[in-house]
């Protein structure tokens, strides 16, 4: 039974399609839709690269175009080292067999497909948040409508770890500050799942090569995908697998108890060296901070059971859920 309807907004990118593979194989979720937009890529590569996984892992599912750059800045330089020249760790990628795509720009498909189905819809976003933004813009109301956000995005100090691309500042959030301010500050229930979490989530190599070896077509494709990005991991940061990022909001959303989470408003700074920052305002923290106080009440996962997130993912993929 079907317990999450969700629309994945990404930006494919190797971690993203790990965590395509992870959502269209669990079945608590239904893919309603596919949005992409720029970020490990440019609009045009993310976007063929969502419709080659729709293809491949979920055919069937809409797949929308969407922002191709900030709401106020210059697009981002595609990042070739990480996720290597085609966003899929250069892979081959035959042309998928379907390559429609939705008529309505990401964030219409959004709105429209909240509104035919208030209260059900999660958003999981693992990009910059542009679309997200754009939506909220064109129909404030849907943030009442919505069942939950949950995003990739964000580094809140709680491990230790303040950034990964600058010391501020985390990778999705930077891209479009602007538009993640917006986010944050809207009346719907957001969860971040950032570094602290995520980069304490790690798929080491071996393990990786378990899933290729015993999850059939997926785990073939995530060991694949994940060779050169497991090489930039290795050369930036020694280790012998890769950060858990993407697929970790997943997991948030099917077992949120694997989860330690903080409440109170989030801003993100928009401007100066520290751009792309995130700041809570802990529920606990007593004190005045007139631009937090009034903004709604966000949570931030601040730790994990990092085992079980790993568990989770590879009994969907091995499926013996």
Same mark, same amino acid.
């Given at each position: ?132 933004? +754009?939506?909220? /813009?064109?129909?404030? @109301?849907? #943030?009442? %409508?919505?069942?939950?956000? =949950?995003?990739?995005?964000? !580094? ?71 060779? +050169?990005?497991? /090489?930039?991991?290795? @050369?930036? #940061?020694? %280790?012998?697998?890769?950060? =858990?990022?993407?697929?970790? !909001? ?72």
């Amino acid at each position: 039974m079907t317990k999450h309807k969700v629309i994945y907004d990404t930006d494919p990118g190797v971690d993203d399609a790990m965590a395509l593979v992870f959502q269209a194989l669990h079945p608590e979720i239904e893919l309603l839709g596919i949005t992409s937009v720029f970020g490990n890529a440019t609009i045009e590569t993310t976007t063929a690269n969502a419709l080659y996984l729709r293809s491949r892992f979920a055919p069937g599912v809409p797949v929308a175009r969407g922002a191709a750059a900030p709401l106020h800045r210059a697009p981002p330089a595609p990042l070739g080292w990480i996720h290597g020249d085609n966003g899929l760790g250069n892979i081959e990628l035959n042309r998928p067999a379907d390559t429609t795509l939705d008529p309505r720009p990401a964030h219409q498909c959004m709105i429209d497909t909240i509104r035919a189905l208030p209260g059900e819809v999660t958003l999981i976003a693992v990009g910059p948040l542009t679309n997200l933004a +754009h939506a909220l /813009q064109a129909d404030p @109301d849907i #943030a009442a %409508l919505v069942k939950q956000v =949950v995003i990739m995005g964000g !580094a809140f100090g709680t491990a230790g770890v303040l950034g990964n691309v600058s010391p501020a500042a985390e990778a999705n959030i930077l891209c479009d500050p602007d538009a993640a301010d917006l986010v944050l500050g809207a009346a719907w229930p957001v969860t971040l799942v950032g570094l602290d979490v995520t980069q304490n989530t790690i798929m080491p190599n071996d393990w990786l090569a378990s899933i290729r070896d015993g999850a059939g077509e997926a785990g073939r494709f995530v060991w694949d995908v994940s060779r +050169h990005y497991a /090489q930039f991991h290795h @050369d930036s #940061a020694g %280790l012998e697998g890769i950060y =858990v990022h993407d697929s970790s !909001a997943v997991a948030y959303v099917l077992a949120p108890h694997l989860y330690t989470v903080r409440h109170g408003p989030v801003r993100v700074l928009t401007n100066g060296i520290a751009t792309g920052q995130t700041i809570q305002k802990p529920s606990t923290m007593r004190v005045p901070a007139p631009d937090w106080d009034t903004r709604p009440t966000q949570s931030v996962c601040i730790g994990v059971d990092a085992a079980g997130m790993l568990d989770l993912y590879k009994n969907t993929l091995l499926k013996t859920l």
